[in-house]
C-alpha cells in the first residue's frame, strides 16, 4: 500500500479552499502526513514588459515590484490565517508563497519537497472550461498521484 508522508495542497485562498482543508486534514491524519500548504501568486514583470510602453524611466518597473511584493506579503499573512483556522491541530504543516504560473510552481514544489500526494480543488467556470484550469494541468504533468475535489 502507497503511503503518503508528504500532502501539498495548493491553497487559492478562495471559497474553494476552506471546502478542500478537511479533505487534506483527514488524509494527513490517515497517514500521519507533513501537510504543505502552497499559494502562489502572479508575477508582474511580464506584464510590465509586455503592456508598458517601452521607455528608460525605471520607476514603472519599481512600482510593479513594490506591488507584487505587497501581494505576496498579503497573502503570506492570509495563508497563515488560513493554516492557523483550518490546520491547527496538525504539528507538522508547512506554509510557503512563491510567485509564477502556478501550474508551474506547483509542479516545481512536487519536485523539490518530495512530495507524495497533491490535494487540491477546481471549479469549472468559463475560462477555464476553455482554457483548462490549473488543476487540470497539474493532474495531467505530476509525476504523483493527484486527488481533485471538486466543488459541489
Sequence with gaps: M???RKILFPVSLTKLSPIIAPYVASLAGKYGADIHLLHVTRQF?????AYVKDTDDTEIKRVACDFEKE??????ARLER???????????????VQTGAHYK???KYVE??????????TG???LSAMFGSVADKVAKLAPIPVMLIKKV
Design 82 to 96: 488560513f493554516k492557523e483556522r483550518h490546520f491547527k491541530e496538525y504539528p507538522s504543516v508547512k506554509a510557503s
Design 45 to 49: 514583470d511580464g506584464y510590465v514588459d
Design 2 to 4: 502507497t503511503e503518503f
Design 112 to 121: 523539490k519537497e518530495g512530495i507524495d500526494l497533491v490535494v487540491m480543488g
Design 105 to 107: 510552481m506547483i509542479l
Design 124 to 126: 469549472r467556470g468559463v
Design 71 to 76: 501581494i505576496v506579503s498579503g497573502a503570506e
